[in-house]
């Protein structure tokens, strides 16, 4: 029996979907995350491994639960993509890529990014565009050739406009501005403070500068907070990073919806997808740029899954 695996890895956890020859789901596995990095790739394909290892396990109970004539399920699969967070540096790939060689995983491997397994999953036809905010950000999508087309995601010193960690930088850039007497005091102040737990706005300083960009995108609910409540210079930080997600759309090239042509856009990542704290906000201002926003729930382990299918 021949059988595809998709990966989808991140730095939270890696996921795993053993497919049939015609594409339906056999079972899951999941295994802790790692970000591929071309200086240590061992650490993304022992995840990648691990989840592969557990969805076998309960592909071969559930396989031969509906056949009892198989006796043992096993690696390799027939394909194998995986979708890794950090991948998309073709030095990152290829390092990956021979560390995963050697788990004898798959007779075909083919190692990408974790963007392009989430929009395989929410455009399989490759008909639109998928905008992701979360720690990070990116907008997705695709000629007509079919190639794909990345606007923004390009880190967090060049970019991630509107995303979780920009958010919370501009929040304490905010702060310190405030703190010299540049601008008028804020609520933004005394809650980034607390939320940073430092003495004063002084202390920020050391404390960026030590910081994970986990840990600057955990400020955005506080800024997103004080904007709910009214604050007005947390309003416009948002107001701004609704702008930058909506010039990611546009950067893909697609013309919004013209009569028959409707450019649909799929918002996933923390901040915009589902009941997301930004995701009508971000909704509605794609749908006034005449964008047809989407709502579905993203997949990429299966995403992943496809490709392999296609080879």
Same mark, same amino acid.
Request: aromatic share 4%; proline share 4%.
């Given at each position: 029996m021949s059988l595809f695996g998709g990966v989808?890895?991140?730095?939270?956890?890696?996921?795993?979907?053993?497919?049939?020859?015609?594409?339906?789901?056999?079972?899951?596995?999941e295994a802790p995350g790692a970000v591929v990095t071309a200086a240590h790739p061992d650490a993304a394909a022992e995840a990648v491994a691990g989840a592969i290892g557990d969805a076998m396990e309960a592909a071969a109970l559930e396989l031969i639960t509906r056949d009892a004539s198989l006796d043992s399920i096993g690696l390799p699969l027939e394909s194998l993509w995986a979708g890794l967070a950090g991948a998309g540096s073709p030095e990152a790939s290829r390092a990956v890529t021979e560390a995963l060689s050697t788990c004898r995983l798959a007779h075909r491997l083919t190692v990408g990014t974790d963007v392009r397994a989430a929009y395989e999953? =929410?455009?399989?036809?490759?008909?639109?565009?998928?905008?992701? $905010?979360? !720690? %990070?950000?990116?907008?997705?999508?695709?000629?007509?050739?079919?190639?794909?087309?990345?606007?923004?995601?390009?880190?967090?010193l060049l970019d991630d406009e509107g995303s979780g960690y920009w958010i919370g930088l501009r929040g304490l850039q905010r702060v310190m501005t405030e703190h010299d007497g540049r601008l008028a005091p804020s609520a933004l102040e005394p809650q980034l403070v607390q939320a940073c737990e430092v003495s004063g706005p002084g202390d920020l300083v050391a404390w960026v500068a030590t910081a994970a960009k986990r840990d600057v995108a955990a400020l955005a609910p506080v800024v997103i907070s004080?904007?709910?409540?009214?604050?007005? =210079?947390?309003?416009?930080?948002?107001?701004?990073?609704?702008? $930058?997600? !909506? %010039?990611?759309v546009r950067g893909v090239g697609m013309r919004p919806s013209e009569g028959d042509h409707e450019t649909r856009v799929v918002l996933w990542g923390g901040l915009i997808a589902d009941q997301g704290p930004l995701a009508a906000r971000v909704a509605g201002s794609l749908e006034e740029a005449g964008f047809l926003v989407v709502n579905r729930v993203v997949d990429p382990p299966m995403g992943a899954a496809r490709l392999a299918l296609r080879g």
């Open positions: 989808d890895g991140g730095g939270t956890r890696t996921r795993a979907v053993i497919v049939d020859a015609q594409g339906r789901e056999v079972a899951r596995g999953d =929410a455009f399989p036809e490759r008909d639109g565009v998928l905008l992701i $905010a979360g !720690t %990070g950000s990116i907008a997705w999508g695709a000629d007509p050739a079919g190639q794909p087309i990345q606007v923004g995601g390009w880190g967090r004080a904007a709910d409540a009214g604050d007005c =210079a947390a309003e416009g930080i948002l107001e701004d990073a609704v702008r $930058a997600l !909506t %010039g990611l």
